[in-house]
């Protein structure tokens, strides 16, 4: 792979982390101004911070190589592992992510929260699909 390659696949993991995070942060923010304080509320509060905070780490990683790789003109080898666990943390963070989007329906109504939980499975496996189809090209 070349620098200018891992360049851009660094920016892209940075640009899809960050944009990430931001919708868990509003969700957090919607759901803190507008809830009125139940368990389930608290429960979404809670599973959509985790997410934003996965995607956060895997946008720091993702930036700091971004920039190792830059400042050195080269591939940093050193730095596999932490990228490695970044994308692993970003994939949870996604499948987190769906999840309290699964669960946000059930704040509104048994209609909503069936149909949000049909849709987040169906995402879920499409997802689950789309990543073990890009993974099985490099074994």
Known sequence: MTVENYLAE???LAGLAGIMAGFSLAAVIQLLTTS???TLATAGIVVFAAASVMFLY???VAVLSLAAA???NRIPAE???LNVGALLIMFGAIY???GGIGMAGWMRSRTAGLLTTIFALLSACLITYAIGSVIS???
């Open 79 to 81: 730095l596999d592992n």
């Open 137 to 139: 090209l490099f074994m």
């Open 36 to 38: 009125s304080g139940g």
């Open 70 to 72: 830059a400042e050195l």
């Open 96 to 98: 987190v992510f769906i």
């Open 58 to 60: 895997s946008l720091i």
């Open 10 to 12: 660094a920016a892209a």
